[in-house]
């Protein structure tokens, strides 16, 4: 399969660190308009809208929000819009859109050490798919534990067991956190 694409970015970001937030907000706005005459095989747009808010209270503990929204038009299946939970496969579970909101509580265990419990729930709709079907609703939950690597530059080494339904689950070793 073959695309080819041009879009348009709107971001506004007041955290304080891009790697380890503990307060402020991220807004992003971006889409992509895939087209025959960019060498790409169909015509389609992509739209996301992903909004992030992080909270600090208590001693180093951070309280993090995602919303995230995956608009498709005409867009092939293979690029309809998937669901992006931790405990799922990218990809596995598509729709013609997508939203999830997410919540991930960091708690600071010491000096270099935190711990993460998260939970959200993704839905996917459109055409004749509707988020009041709970076979369209994908919830997740799960728990890590981070080291930080990189103090000044709030780098983490980030180990994450994630739950979704049906069987779904994903362990997830990484640096940085997931939002």
Avoid at 135 to 146: K, L
Avoid at 166 to 178: I, S
Wanted: neutral net charge.
């Amino acid at each position: 399969y073959r695309s080819g694409g041009l879009g348009l970015v709107v971001q506004y970001d007041s955290r304080d660190n891009e790697n380890s937030p503990t307060q402020g907000w991220l807004a992003n706005l971006n889409n992509i308009a895939y087209r025959e005459s960019l060498g790409g095989d169909d015509d389609f747009d992509i739209v996301r809208a992903d909004i992030r808010y992080y909270w600090a209270h208590g001693k180093g503990n951070v309280l993090a929000v995602r919303q995230l929204n995956h608009f498709t038009k005409d867009a092939p299946t293979q690029a309809n819009a998937p669901v992006q939970l931790r405990g799922y496969k990218v990809g596995q579970y598509n729709g013609k859109y997508m939203s999830h909101i997410e919540v991930e509580e960091r708690f600071r265990l010491g000096e270099k050490f935190t711990a993460t419990l998260f939970a959200g729930i993704a839905c996917t709709y459109g055409g004749d798919r509707s988020c009041s079907d709970s076979e369209n609703q994908f919830p997740a939950a799960g728990a890590g534990v981070q080291y930080l690597l990189k103090p000044k530059e709030g780098i983490v080494l980030n180990l994450e067991y994630a739950q979704g339904k049906d069987g779904n689950y994903g362990v997830y070793l990484k640096m940085g956190y997931a939002y």
